[in-house]
């Protein structure tokens, strides 16, 4: 199957033997659609546990090929849109249920890391938010307030030389530094998974899109045949349109990235000091980092839901030129430099703006809403799917957004209007932080 460019991280890991398509008619333990961090961290987790289940992954494309695969790379806690937000939303002793849950997945992915010696180039340095602007330093400053009031561990507030001292952007004037986060490859971390899920005998099939899924007799159909399962999991987060009860729920928003050249020793030596991520602190964050071999990737900058949900823009030229932009206005240094790549991809949001995963029927089970910030956040829920389909009861399954009431999405074109309408509010916002 031809695919559209899925990015730089699946391009630099090169080539790799790819898995049988699924035919026939088959029965398994549990069957699981979406070959990501998702499925194949639930999959491992369930064999772990259980190494007598029979496990079968289906995966539409090839593995990693979704948000999996494309993602920035950072391993971190953020839940939601914000601490804040969240708080404000859900209240503070869930918000605080949610940090910790956040601090538990950036800790659990470093324990896969070294328990499967995955290569991945993991690196567990941390991770600034900075603040450029005056009104960014206040919405800053009082995050950090709501942080030290719940009594949030691992966060730091540095001065602006503080911050200069770790990377140099003339603009920056404070930050909040994160213990808990580190920077991965995505595209060779989900492919490591891949190794220890088939060592641990899951099996895995690529270019096996599921066509329908039968929720009564949990069955899923594919082009040539179909698995029926005592337990299913719809691991697919932003590409979940296709199952009826996960459209109304979710929305796939686009976000986009763009790629620097391999810059010149220097600047990692008197700009860029120390080898960690940057956000800045807006709703439509700009995210930022250094590649294992030089390049500075950046991305963000805006959302973009396409009308009736659909998954085909892997580019988007006009975000490809702001992004460049910002890049030379954020480190002066680089006015000369090369952009080699850009590409972008879905996430998934839900209406309430936090994750969500639990069943949907009786033994038929998703996970949905991201937000963007899933790296960690996947792997772990991982672990909470596994339990949750073995009927163990432990704290990750009492979590308040697990096994919880999603709200319901309108259908087109009021889905259209509403994703439109939180964008344009969202986006006056961070207007009117820039301006302040």
């Known amino acids: 199957m031809a695919q559209p460019y899925a990015g730089f991280w699946q391009e630099e890991a090169g080539e790799r033997p790819l898995q049988p398509s699924f035919s026939g008619r088959e029965k398994a333990d549990v069957a699981i659609c979406g070959a990501g961090f998702t499925g194949l961290s639930t999959a491992i987790h369930l064999k772990e546990k259980k190494p007598h289940l029979r496990v079968m992954v289906v995966e539409k494309d090839r593995v990693g090929w979704g948000a999996s695969g494309r993602n920035a790379g950072f391993a971190m806690r953020l839940f939601g849109l914000s601490l804040e937000a969240t708080a404000l939303l859900h209240g503070v002793e869930k918000a605080k249920e949610a940090d910790r849950y956040m601090r538990e997945a950036v800790a659990h992915v470093a324990h896969m890391v070294e328990k499967y010696e995955l290569q991945c180039h993991f690196t567990p340095r941390g991770m600034m938010t900075v603040a450029s602007t005056p009104g960014e330093l206040r919405q800053l400053e009082k995050e950090m307030k709501l942080a030290e009031r719940m009594g949030l561990p691992g966060f730091r507030w540095l001065d602006a030389e503080e911050t200069r001292d770790r990377v140099d952007s003339p603009g920056y004037r404070a930050a909040r530094f994160d213990d808990h986060a580190a920077l991965l490859h995505p595209a060779r971390l989900v492919r ?245």
């Open 192 to 436: 490591e998974l891949l190794r220890v899920a088939l060592e641990k005998g899951v099996e895995v099939y690529e270019d096996s899109p599921c066509l329908e899924v039968d929720l009564r007799r949990k069955i899923f159909r594919l082009p040539q045949g179909e698995i029926q399962a005592e337990a299913l999991l719809l691991a697919t987060n932003a590409y979940s349109g296709f199952v009826p009860y996960l459209h109304r729920r979710q929305l796939p928003i686009f976000t986009y990235i763009a790629l620097t050249e391999p810059l010149p020793p220097a600047f990692f030596r008197e700009v860029w000091r120390e080898p960690i991520g940057i956000e800045d602190f807006r709703n439509y964050l700009h995210y930022y980092r250094p590649t294992p071999d030089g390049r500075l990737l950046f991305g963000g900058g805006d959302a973009l839901y396409y009308f009736g949900g659909r998954l085909d823009r892997p580019t988007h030229p006009s975000l490809y030129r702001y992004l460049q932009e910002k890049v030379r206005r954020i480190f002066p240094q680089l006015k000369e430099v090369a952009f080699t790549h850009h590409w972008g991809g879905p996430i998934s949001a839900t209406l309430d703006l936090i994750p969500a995963l639990g069943a949907m029927a009786p033994d038929v089970y998703y996970s949905i809403g991201c937000m963007g910030h899933g790296v960690a956040l996947t792997q772990y829920n991982g672990l909470t799917l596994a339990e949750l389909i073995l009927g163990e009861d432990t704290s990750r399954t009492q979590a308040f957004f697990v096994r919880r009431k999603v709200p319901r999405i309108p259908g087109e074109p009021l889905r259209t209007l509403v994703a439109g309408g939180i964008r344009r509010f969202l986006r006056w916002q961070d207007r009117r932080g820039e301006r302040a």
